[in-house]
DNA sequence: ATGGCTATGTAGCATAGA
């Protein structure tokens, strides 16, 4: 079974590259995050002849999230419950027998800033549901846009990046507070290149100067992380023209 | 030198992303 995660940056915008994204690599599941548009504007029809169904969480303008999956979605879930959140960050669902979770997890744009300390309470309400759904849920995986760069080799330059958004130590904590729930970041289970990121800014020529932050992941509860035999960033989509400025994370999963 | 680029909503630029 592989199973990827894509923030598209607009799935109207990136839908070319999605379908062509699709026929390549043929994912059985597939999380979309950053729709920007609203459910009766996802494009059913041409995800349906690629292969898939979908269950969509859209909203007009900003984030929005998808799973697509070759088997049936049964048990779709939108938001974290018990907190309400006026942006359409999370959609669950079960795809062949594991509990998939796609987040978009907030920016934060700035440490100190009223949506950091949002991005904090989102991340302690999601970690404190999280722990109930693996309890719930063996067959765990938790795909996404974490917008948190785990370690100082996931960034191009810590020195520039410390303290900032995106690797200030609150975040990162309450990412390693998720890998405390027993989650593993099914990345670093394997070797993997040096400056290995999914995200570039689009100025600056970044992406060609690979200054980049790994801020996407699949993190796996510890039975799925049991049967992961390898996950990969694919860089290919990111060289197109009009590209997301995310690369899409695939990971593998046995049995 | 605090910009740079892309997308959306909307008709000029403002907001947001990371």
Redesign the pocket.
């Known amino acids: 079974m592989r199973i990827a995660t894509w ?1 598209v ?2 799935l ?3 839908l070319p590259l999605v379908l062509d994204w699709l026929g390549r690599q043929a994912p059985d599941v597939m999380c979309l ?2 729709l ?2 609203e459910e009766a504007k996802f494009p059913r029809a041409e995800i349906e002849a690629a292969g898939y169904q979908s269950a969509v969480f859209g909203q ?4 929005g999230v998808a799973i697509l999956s070759r088997a049936p979605l049964a048990e779709v879930q939108t938001g974290i419950p018990g907190y309400p959140d006026a942006q359409s960050r999370v959609l669950t669902a079960t795809a062949s027998q594991v509990r998939v979770v796609c987040a ?1 997890v ?5 440490v100190g800033s009223q ?1 950091y300390d949002y991005k904090l309470q989102w991340f302690a309400a999601f970690g404190q549901w999280l722990k109930q759904e693996l309890a719930r849920h063996p067959r765990l995986a938790v795909l996404g ?1 974490y ?1 948190v760069a785990p370690e100082d080799r996931d960034v191009h330059d810590p020195k520039t990046w410390e303290g900032q ?2 690797c200030s130590g609150p975040e990162r904590e309450a990412l390693r507070h998720l890998l405390g729930l027993g989650f593993k970041d099914s990345f670093r289970l394997f070797e993997q290149p040096e400056k290995s990121y999914t ?1 570039w ?4 020529n970044a992406f060609r100067r690979n200054l980049g ?1 790994r ?1 996407d992941h699949i993190l796996l509860s510890p039975e799925l992380a049991g049967r992961c035999s390898g996950c990969i960033i694919d860089l290919e989509p990111r060289r197109l023209e ?1 590209p997301s ?2 690369a899409p994370v695939i990971a593998e999963l046995t049995g």
């Open positions: 923030n940056n607009s109207k915008v990136r995050q950053e920007k548009l007009k303008t900003y984030n978009y907030p920016n934060g744009q700035a949506k846009d917008n958004v995106l995200w800014d689009y100025r600056m932050l801020i009009r400025d995310h």
